[in-house]
């Protein structure tokens, strides 16, 4: 049997993140490269000429004189945590479908529940700011999902009270391999609900693939291709184990409130996806 080219990816090994990432000076320096790709640059008056005041890591233009910090106006601004560890963070977030919590990120880095909950906090803002803007494209499957558990007494199904809908979308290849995900709550499943998150997500030529519930036909008002599967083949095929994924990250969130998980939802498709990295 062929392997799932996404489950067997390569990855980042402890060993190898700690030979890119180690040090102080190694982190910085990729925070410096990202800022200022072309090397520094003023953010005063864009002059270039500049040094380096070593006793506090500032960039000083000669120019203006004005003193600048590598990580001012990034998420780094004003921390008092290693970089090493930052990107420590980044890594453990993204290398599971599980991620880690913050209380296991605290007591590894030896810092308080609530410093490390800050810092993770910021990265899945970060991750769910990058994401917004890219839309799946090609081939998608996509499913009904809900989070929240069932109540004591009250209905089962769609519709249930305390339930919050959303939508997994996951782009896969043509054999049905996943590639990317997108987990968004939407207001219920209607095809308005749907045309609204295919305008959103959704690249236009796209061809969606679904179990045909009705709401899903929606997605041709953004020009997408709605092909539905009733005829067994859609639990049969990729498709459906892609989309299994997407619900799994879902499920994680189960027990917070609603307002909540669109940030939590961020760590889930990042490690979920074939594609990770963090914007700074």
Request: glycine fraction near 12%; hydrophobic fraction near 35%.
């Amino acid at each position: 049997m062929a392997r799932n080219a996404v489950q067997f990816q390569k990855g980042l090994s402890e060993a190898e993140f700690t030979r890119l990432y180690g040090t102080e000076q190694q982190c910085r320096a990729i925070v410096i490269a990202a800022r200022w790709p072309e090397g520094f640059i003023c953010p005063a008056c864009g002059g270039r000429a500049h040094s380096v005041v070593r006793s506090r890591d500032l960039f000083q233009c000669t120019a203006c004189r004005r003193q600048t910090s590598a990580i001012a106006g990034t998420i780094f601004a004003s921390t008092k945590l290693p970089l090493r560890r930052w990107f420590r963070a980044m890594y453990h977030m993204t290398q599971s479908q599980q991620g880690i919590s913050s209380l296991a990120l605290g007591r590894r880095f030896g810092v308080t529940q609530t410093t490390a909950w800050k810092a993770k906090h910021k990265l899945k803002q970060v991750m769910m700011a990058r994401d917004a803007g890219k839309q799946l494209t090609g081939r998608v499957a996509i499913d009904d999902a809900y989070l929240g558990g069932e109540r004591s007494g009250g209905q089962r199904g769609r519709g249930a009270p305390g339930k919050t809908p959303f939508v997994a979308a996951v782009e896969t290849t043509p054999a049905g391999k996943p590639v990317r995900l997108k987990l968004s709550r939407v207001e219920g499943f209607s095809i308005k609900a749907l045309s609204s998150f295919a305008r959103r997500c959704l690249g236009a030529d796209s061809t969606v693939v679904s179990d045909g519930l009705q709401c899903f036909a929606g997605v041709t008002d953004a020009g997408c291709t709605h092909q539905p599967m009733t005829n067994g083949r859609w639990s049969r095929g990729g498709a459906k184990a892609g989309l299994q994924v997407g619900q799994h990250g879902i499920g994680q969130h189960q027990g917070r409130h609603c307002r909540d998980v669109p940030i939590g939802q961020q760590q889930a498709c990042a490690s979920l996806s074939g594609r990770v990295s963090v914007s700074l």
